[in-house]
């Protein structure tokens, strides 16, 4: 399956206390929780590059199943890591101490932050 296309955030669950854990401040917290997010990612076989817009922030990742690849983390560190792909609809990581799972399933993908004990949720809607 692609991953092909533009997703836009329709819920997410846990955010506040998985951004608390990562250090971030109440401040940026407050700003972020209710920011609609839109992310684009084009597939080229095995080459992604993963671009998510929220608000004037804009995060992008590129790299290639299996092979190591810098990668910024939801605070903004660089990490190297390498992505593996479950299947054919799962993309899985490990960035420092986050474990990213990311599904889709026809028009929805569904991303889970997993840090220690607490899991942040993501569920997003293809609009293109």
Do not use: C
Not at 20 to 49: P, T
């Amino acid at each position: 399956m692609s991953f092909n296309g533009k997703f836009e955030l329709q819920s997410h669950e846990n955010f506040e206390p998985f951004m608390k854990a990562l250090g971030l401040s109440e401040e940026l917290i407050e700003k972020g929780k209710d920011i609609k997010s839109i992310s684009d990612i084009v597939q080229n076989g095995k080459k992604f590059k993963v671009t998510v817009t929220t608000g004037s922030k804009v995060l992008t990742n590129e790299f290639t199943i299996g092979e190591e690849a810098m990668l910024e983390s939801p605070t903004g560190e660089k990490v190297k890591a390498v992505v593996q792909m479950e299947g054919d609809n799962k993309l899985v990581t490990n960035l420092n101490k986050i474990k990213s799972i990311t599904e889709i399933n026809g028009d929805i993908v569904t991303n889970i932050m997993t840090l220690g004990d607490i899991s942040y949720t993501r569920i997003s809607k293809r609009i293109r």
